[in-house]
């Protein structure tokens, strides 16, 4: 049996600290880090408790790729629930960044980054549903406008015959 436990202890030692596979001096700045880390686990961790875990791996922070990732899988469902109802998701690469902003708190990762999502995009999706602005095959577009994200219904492109 193996028993995945994640927690944020100690994070506030990592704030601009990048970590991975590093040598020398970076290599013992890593290991003054996770020494940081583990003493802060063992504050809130009884000695019982910790002696049962067989290793602790400590993760870096997320970069603005890997936010545009998460943001783009979680939003594939948003997407597959409005095709099931003959309707597109347009999400412009800038509404997709300021999603992964608005949603990224360096202290909880990316888990705010559903909430954020429900809230500001599916939310007002909805709402567009339940007014009827999206008609039948229509698209639903997410773009930034002056720094704030704007959802808007619209018509799907006729396409182009040759």
Known sequence: TVIIMTSNLGSEFMSGTPLGFASGAAGDAEKDLKAKVMGRLKEFMRPEFINRIDDTVMFSRLDREQLRSIVGHQLAASKQRLEAQGIALDVSAEALDWLADEGYEPEFG??????????????????LLVTESVEDGGTVRATVVDGALKVVAGTRPEPIIA
Request: positive net charge; hydrophobic residues 35%; proline residues 6%.
């Open 110 to 127: 990316a888990r705010p980054l559903r909430r954020t999502i429900q809230r500001e995009l599916d939310d007002r999706i909805a709402d």
